[in-house]
């Protein structure tokens, strides 16, 4: 049966205020088409995880959509800050942000133990760093066979995990190609996976080359095609990364009033990703169009 | 060419009536340290500039390992992030962030990891994460990341960042990475490759480690610096080497390759 829904009917109908959420995505596929939704549904008390937070939950941070944020990075990578979330942190303005911090390596491997049904995942990190002090969940233990001191961190499973590819069937088997992120550990971890992607394709194409699925339909939930999604992030081979947006981004969130203006605008003034992606303009997109690479192709066989 | 290495406006702006910037100078120093080639760990900002800038000079061997799951990219263009589309094409092998942090770096696969720094103090600890209390920052800063990682498994740490009193400090705001501490014997005990940076380059001047106290020590000074100008940038008497020299100062090619091809936008200043 068909999976494929609307962006509007998947997160009214599996987005649900208090919910913990992941949009994962690590620079590549962040799908900033669910978070502008979440924004417009005005969505309240969520728990965000997000390796590095990045523009896109700058946004729904500063439209107010969060209580807690948990991460490992919290910048505007190349460029700088993301103000709206350091407002809330340093200032409470307007209001407080509980925050839950771990490294990069502690993110991605609090998702393999909840994708793993495992009670903690031990690494070799933290060691005489200050993090565990402020953060009582990554706690020392020795191992059993060594007596070697390692690091565990505890699992986390979101009620809902959003995940942008490149291509999906109806079913909402997903292939991604480019960087990984831990989006598949990610969509394994949580109770309920959106796949968003560019172009839903016929189960023929997945079944033409299997290693490239990395999210199978089993675990998914809706399918939605949102051609364009993860601007100002980028989908690899479909649009580049827009920087000039990300440095731009500087000046709209250092202070409320841009903020408030550019939400307006882009999205509460929008009633859809379509929408966005009209208003942007073609001449926008083709800017950011990249020249072809195709890969080689690789023989699977006829076994029959 | 814009010059000036005022990122933090600490130690002076740019022109130095030189024909290069302080960061330019900050750069190529840093590049030089990865003459050998190896497995290297690239960070994000000027790590990105160095490690592509080694790439074409000294070290045209190297690979580069990039957090975002990359091994041995070869980018056509300066990756403004370290997400960048120029690293996943033509690249030797993408892989999801599990496997790159655990496979490659916990498995004591990456020979250097480059850091950078809000603070810094003598042994080598580091803060990324908050100026002030943790609790009620003054500034916060973007935190780990995958640095307390690298501090800890890569075989060396290599740090590069801009010097002054604020950056270079007595005692840490948060002690985000470690790094030596103090004790080198007990260092070589703790079981883990990361045993406190190598190398730091600043602006001003390049450090190595005391073997017998884990202290920073200044080992040269960029052309055109003072010991005193490094003494007023930094918040503690710092040890001296008995051989300290002069950095040999940027080649023409080096220039070129900076202003020309890997940051013509003056990402650099």
């Known amino acids: ?304 | 060419v814009t010059g000036g290495a005022g990122g933090n406006g600490e130690s002076g702006a740019g022109g130095n009536g030189l024909g290069w910037s302080k960061s330019e100078m900050m750069i190529v120093a840093s590049a030089r340290q990865l003459a050998g080639g190896g497995v290297c760990f690239v960070g994000i900002g000027l790590p990105n500039i160095v490690c592509n800038l080694a790439k074409r000079t000294v070290a045209p061997q190297l690979d580069l390992v990039y957090e975002s799951g990359v091994f041995g990219a070869s980018p056509k263009r300066l990756p403004l992030s370290i997400g960048d589309p120029t690293l996943v094409s033509g690249s030797t092998a993408v892989c999801s962030m599990f496997e790159l942090f655990a496979f490659y770096l916990q498995a004591g696969l990456v020979d250097v990891g480059f850091l950078g720094a809000a603070q810094i103090d003598r042994f080598g600890n580091i803060n990324t994460t908050v100026i002030g209390d943790y609790a009620k920052p003054k500034v916060r800063l973007p935190g780990s990341g995958g640095a307390c990682e690298i501090a800890i498994n890569a075989k060396r740490v290599f740090v590069i960042m801009r010097q002054g009193r604020r950056s270079f400090v007595e005692k840490l705001d948060f002690r985000t990475s470690p790094g030596h501490s103090g004790d080198p014997e007990r260092d070589r005990r703790r079981g883990w490759w990361g045993s406190g940076p190598t190398v730091v380059v600043t602006d001003l001047a390049e450090y190595r480690f005391d073997e017998a106290t884990g202290e920073m020590t200044l080992a040269r000074l960029h052309p055109g610096v003072s010991p005193d100008e490094v003494r007023e940038n930094m918040a503690w008497e710092p040890k001296v080497a008995a051989d300290l020299a002069e950095t040999p100062p940027p080649t023409d090619e080096e220039l070129r390759l900076i202003r020309e091809e890997l940051d013509p936008q003056g990402v650099r200043s």
């Open chain 1, 1 to 304: 049966m068909s999976k494929v829904a609307t962006m509007k009917d998947a997160v009214a109908d599996l987005v649900r205020d208090g919910d913990t959420v992941a949009i994962e995505g690590f620079t590549h596929l962040i799908c900033f088409a669910a978070g502008h939704e979440i924004i417009r549904q005005k969505k309240r008390d969520l728990t965000l995880c997000r390796m590095t937070p990045d523009v896109i939950y700058d946004q729904m941070i500063g439209a107010g959509v969060a209580k807690k944020l948990v991460f490992s990075w919290l910048g505007n990578p190349g460029v700088g800050s993301l103000h709206a979330i350091r407002r809330r942190v340093e200032n409470a303005d307007p209001a407080p942000l509980e925050i839950e911090e771990y490294s990069h390596f502690g993110m991605v491997c609090r998702y393999v133990a909840g994708a793993s049904n495992l009670p903690f995942f031990p690494i070799r990190s933290y060691y005489e760093s200050d993090i565990p002090k402020v953060n009582p969940r990554i706690v020392p233990i020795t191992s059993p066979y060594d007596g070697t001191e390692v690091y565990v961190v505890p699992p986390l499973n979101p009620d809902v995990a959003i995940v942008h590819a490149q291509r999906a069937d109806v079913n909402g088997n997903a292939q991604i190609w480019g960087l990984l992120g831990c989006q598949k550990e990610a969509a394994f971890a949580a109770k309920r996976v959106v796949v968003v992607c560019e172009e839903v394709v016929d189960e023929s194409v997945v079944r033409a080359d299997p290693n490239r699925t990395v999210i199978p339909g089993l675990i998914v939930d809706a399918v939605v095609e949102e051609p364009f999604g993860c601007h100002p992030s980028y989908a690899q081979g479909y649009y580049d990364r827009d920087n000039r947006f990300y440095m731009d981004w500087e000046a709209r969130s250092k202070d409320p009033e841009p903020l408030a203006a550019w939400l307006k605008e882009w999205v509460f003034g929008l009633e859809s990703h379509r929408d966005y992606v009209e208003k942007m303009g073609a001449e926008h997109w083709d800017s950011l169009r990249p020249g072809e690479a195709p890969s080689g192709q690789v023989n699977y066989g006829e076994y029959a």
